[in-house]
């Protein structure tokens, strides 16, 4: 292990307790045995137990070349599993696949956006990341920690919170809790209403979330009409996913 030094410029914080390691790969169900996804193995502590799953088409996809180049001594029979790829500018080759992870801290947001856009390949998702992010992704609206990515990821995903992780299992020991998730894709295959625009709506309202949806939408050159709906007295943290998706349409 001591041959891959966390990089703080990448937000690398190792995970050293093989119990949790062994909870995160057993929460990943793949029932459909679609290719599996690591993002950032770091020193392989996820991806040991992962290569214990002969059904698992394992890849993993790292931007440090010390992790690959590891792993690929480790493990020299997978070498070719070992990518040295940014998920977040990957062109992933599988119609269908999963995603697990302890994902970098500093990119766990961009790893969502990203996930949000690849959400018809993308069936299911474990990873570890930051708790105030965990919290904000499983958040109900009506509450202070709901956001643009709770809304975005719920319209697509059941979203489950599996477990709090302590900071002192990781190498370095982050300043923050961490949580565990799980997000398995819905039966929505398309929403009723363009799904940029869906992004556009909410990424907007959740940009002056203290104002009302009528200011805070101004940007979208809304009608008349729209601008007069009682919805557009609320803010953007008292829509349900629902209803934005409505609202969507009413503006498109």
């Given at each position: 292990?001591?041959?891959?030094?966390p990089?703080?410029?990448?937000?690398?914080h190792f995970?050293k307790?093989?119990?949790?390691?062994?909870?995160?790969?057993e929460?990943?169900?793949?029932?459909?045995?679609?290719?599996?996804?690591?993002?950032?193995?770091?020193?392989g502590?996820?991806?040991?137990?992962?290569?214990?799953k002969?059904?698992?088409d394992?890849y993993a996809?790292?931007?440090?070349?010390?992790s690959?180049?590891?792993l690929?001594?480790?493990?020299?029979?997978?070498g070719?599993?070992?990518?040295f790829?940014?998920?977040?500018?990957?062109?992933?080759p599988?119609?269908?696949f999963?995603v697990?992870g302890?994902?970098?801290?500093?990119?766990s947001?961009?790893l969502?956006?990203k996930?949000?856009?690849?959400?018809?390949?993308?069936?299911?998702?474990?990873?570890?990341?930051?708790?105030?992010?965990?919290?904000?992704i499983?958040a109900?609206?009506?509450?202070?920690?709901?956001?643009i990515?709770?809304?975005?990821?719920?319209?697509?995903y059941?979203?489950?919170?599996?477990f709090?992780v302590?900071?002192?299992?990781?190498?370095?020991?982050p300043k923050?809790?961490?949580?565990?998730?799980?997000?398995?894709?819905?039966?929505?295959?398309h929403?009723?209403?363009?799904?940029?625009?869906?992004k556009?709506?909410?990424k907007?309202?959740?940009?002056?979330?203290?104002?009302?949806l009528?200011?805070?939408?101004?940007?979208?050159?809304?009608?008349d009409?729209?601008?007069?709906?009682?919805?557009?007295?609320?803010?953007?943290?008292?829509?349900s996913v629902?209803?934005?998706i409505?609202?969507?349409?009413?503006?498109?």
């Amino acid at each position: 292990m001591a041959s891959v030094k966390p990089k703080k410029h990448l937000g690398q914080h190792f995970l050293k307790d093989e119990n949790i390691a062994m909870k995160i790969v057993e929460a990943l169900k793949n029932e459909s045995n679609l290719p599996v996804l690591e993002i950032g193995p770091g020193t392989g502590v996820l991806t040991k137990y992962l290569l214990e799953k002969p059904e698992f088409d394992f890849y993993a996809l790292d931007v440090d070349t010390e992790s690959i180049d590891y792993l690929k001594k480790e493990y020299p029979e997978k070498g070719d599993r070992f990518l040295f790829q940014d998920y977040l500018k990957y062109d992933v080759p599988f119609d269908h696949f999963n995603v697990i992870g302890n994902f970098p801290y500093n990119i766990s947001s961009q790893l969502f956006f990203k996930i949000w856009d690849d959400r018809n390949q993308v069936d299911e998702v474990v990873c570890m990341i930051q708790k105030e992010v965990a919290d904000r992704i499983c958040a109900n609206h009506g509450n202070k920690t709901y956001g643009i990515l709770s809304v975005l990821l719920q319209a697509f995903y059941q979203i489950e919170y599996l477990f709090k992780v302590p900071p002192g299992v990781f190498n370095p020991p982050p300043k923050v809790q961490s949580a565990v998730i799980r997000l398995k894709r819905n039966n929505t295959k398309h929403l009723p209403c363009d799904e940029q625009l869906f992004k556009r709506v909410v990424k907007s309202g959740f940009g002056k979330r203290r104002k009302t949806l009528r200011n805070a939408l101004k940007d979208l050159n809304l009608s008349d009409a729209v601008k007069a709906l009682p919805v557009m007295d609320q803010r953007a943290e008292q829509l349900s996913v629902q209803e934005f998706i409505s609202l969507t349409e009413k503006i498109a």
